[in-house]
């Protein structure tokens, strides 16, 4: 299982216009092959941090969705909400 972790800074007055993206696409993005769940978390301190967490049956179930019109399309309206770059990591559970 990969997990995706991507931290993103709004712009303060577009944090209602993210969230009502996030709804619409939440449903979309679990629906597509080899996503078994989308997790938006707020940070704690900072109402303009949002983090999204989601997990993927494995990397090429990731890199499909990312290439799809859906991902283009949901990602190019959430682009122009930034208030800074966002970061993105690829995870894996360590096994200890």
Known sequence: ???RIVKMTFQEERLE???AL??????????MPGCQQVTL???????QVYITYSHWDNKKALDHYRHSEMFKDVWARTKA???DKPQAFS??????
């Open 81 to 83: 909400m930034f208030a």
């Open 1 to 3: 299982m990969l997990i």
């Open 22 to 31: 996030f709804k619409d696409s939440q449903p979309k993005i679990e629906a």
């Open 41 to 47: 978390m707020q940070d704690w301190e900072d109402p």
């Open 91 to 96: 995870m894996k559970a360590a096994i200890i």
């Open 17 to 19: 216009d993210f969230v």
